[in-house]
């Protein structure tokens, strides 16, 4: 079993910057990727960015370019570097895991609220 704890978010002015980190915890050992995805209310949640244990990422169209995912020190830490903030970014955004042999992230955190207003 894995544990997931996001932190990070907040009120930001458009063209701002926060960066989101997330902790896992237990079974570690059986990551295979760790990601954020985001949810807007009245929207669906959709993939933000992820990066596997050897360290391919991936980025959602909409984020290519100022956002940045990656991992410092081991696989069951992983952060968000968002740039150029813009209101259409304003969502719950989770962090989630993906293991070993499964088909798709099979672990997430309970959200952290990222608002970009004036």
């Known amino acids: 079993q894995v544990q997931l704890v996001e932190s990070g978010g907040g009120l930001v002015q458009p063209g701002g910057s926060l960066r989101l980190s997330c902790v896992a915890s237990g079974t570690t050992s059986a990551l295979y990727a760790m990601g954020w995805h985001r949810q807007a209310p009245g929207k669906q949640r959709e993939l933000v960015a992820d990066i596997t244990i050897g360290g391919t990422t991936k980025y959602a169209d909409s984020v290519k370019g100022r956002f940045t995912i990656s991992r410092i020190g081991a696989e069951s830490w992983v952060y968000l570097e968002m740039n150029s903030l813009q209101p259409e970014d304003t969502a719950v955004y989770y962090c989630?895991?993906?293991?070993?042999?499964?088909?798709?992230?099979?672990?997430w955190g309970q959200g952290t609220q990222v608002t970009v207003s004036s």
């Open positions: 989630n895991a993906h293991t070993r042999h499964s088909l798709g992230y099979n672990y």
